[in-house]
């Protein structure tokens, strides 16, 4: 098959699949990461608060243990603010 594109060859080509990332809820706005066995890893920070983002609990790559009345999910039923 020919290509005509401006793209190069390999953006064209199958990509790895990367697990999924998910949401959590923490009292000072919200956690990207993914479930590991050890508990979540970070991978990005979402805060208003700036003093947040200079502790290093919360550096990416971080492991975090989550408890559940610390941290909720965002598609549980009794705590949904999107819907």
Known sequence: ???HSVTPVHYLKEQPEYPALTFKRFSGGFLEGQETPQGFM??????TDPRIY?????????EILLRKHHVSRLNSPERNEFS
């Open 1 to 3: 098959m020919l290509i």
């Open 42 to 47: 970070l991978s990005r920070l979402h805060s």
């Open 54 to 62: 200079l502790k290093k609990e919360y550096a990416p790559g971080s």
